[in-house]
C-alpha cells in the first residue's frame, strides 16, 4: 500500500529554518502532486504548498510566500519543505498528502510537528 | 481567498440517524470542492471528492451533493464509527481553503 512518511519537524526559535521531508513507498511521486498541509487546533487545517512531482509548478498560500519552497527529490523518491524565517505561527503538524486518482482516494503521512517559539 | 462555512460547528447525533452538514463557499467553486473526515489523533482522510464522488474505502450511507457555492454531506444511518470531524474543502482556486469542520458527537 501507499505510504508516506514526514521527518524533519522539531523545535525552532522564530526566524530559524528547518527541512521537512516526505518520503514515498509504493508509488513514484514523479507522476503526482503532492501537497503540505498544516493543522492546529486554533487556525484548523491550511493547504500550505502543491508542487507537481515534475516540479514544473508550485503553489505557496499568501502566507509563507518567499519564505517555503518545495522541491523533489527523485533519488529518495521524496518531496521537501524548506522552511525558512520561520515564525511563531507557523507552529503547526504538517502533513504530506497525495492524491491518486488510479485508487479514488488520498494518502497522508501521520505528521510531524514544527513548533517555532523563543 | 475563497471562505468555506460550515455548519454547524456541533452536531449531536444518535446512531441511526441521517446526519445531514453544511458548507457554503464565499463565491462560486464549481463543484471543485471536497468532504474530509478526520478522527482523532489521525490525518484527514478524503472522504467526497469533487463534491459528490465517494472516494475509496467509503461505505455508501456517505454522499456529498451540491455545486456553486452550496454543499451537503449526508450520512445515512450514522454508525459510532462516523463519529469525527468532517471538513469542506475548495480546490477551484489557489489557495486551495477548508471550512473550520463539523464535529459529530454522540448524544
Known amino acids: 500500500e501507499v505510504q508516506l512518511v514526514e521527518s524533519g519537524g522539531g523545535f525552532v526559535q522564530p526566524g530559524g529554518s528547518l527541512r521537512l521531508s516526505c518520503e514515498a513507498s509504493e508509488i513514484n511521486l514523479y507522476y503526482y502532486e503532492l501537497d503540505w498541509v498544516r493543522q492546529t487546533p486554533a487556525r484548523g487545517l491550511e493547504w500550505v504548498a502543491r508542487?507537481?512531482?515534475?516540479?514544473?509548478?508550485?503553489y505557496y498560500v499568501d502566507s509563507v510566500w518567499g519564505r517555503f519552497s518545495v522541491s523533489s527529490d527523485k533519488t529518495r523518491n521524496s518531496v521537501d519543505l524548506q522552511m525558512d524565517s520561520l515564525r511563531v505561527e507557523d507552529t503547526s503538524v504538517y502533513y504530506c498528502?497525495?492524491?491518486?486518482?488510479?485508487?479514488?482516494?488520498?494518502?497522508w503521512g501521520p505528521g510531524t510537528l514544527v513548533t517555532v517559539s523563543s | 481567498e475563497v471562505v468555506m462555512m460550515q455548519s454547524p460547528v456541533t452536531l449531536s447525533v444518535s446512531p441511526g440517524e441521517r446526519v445531514t452538514l453544511s458548507c457554503r463557499a464565499s463565491q462560486s467553486v464549481g463543484n471543485n470542492m471536497d468532504w474530509y473526515q478526520q478522527k482523532p489523533g489521525q490525518p484527514p482522510r478524503l472522504l467526497i471528492y469533487?463534491?459528490?464522488n465517494r472516494a475509496t474505502g467509503f461505505p455508501a450511507r456517505f454522499s456529498g451533493s451540491g455545486s456553486g457555492t452550496e454543499f451537503t454531506l449526508t450520512i445515512d444511518s450514522l454508525q459510532s464509527d462516523d463519529l469525527a470531524v468532517y471538513f469542506c474543502?475548495?480546490?477551484?482556486?489557489?489557495?486551495?481553503?477548508f471550512g473550520q469542520g463539523t464535529k459529530l458527537e454522540i448524544k
Open positions: 469533487t463534491a459528490s
Open positions: 508542487m507537481w512531482g515534475h516540479g514544473n509548478q508550485k
Open positions: 498528502r497525495v492524491w491518486v486518482r488510479e485508487h479514488r482516494r488520498d494518502y
Open positions: 474543502l475548495q480546490f477551484n482556486e489557489w489557495p486551495f481553503t
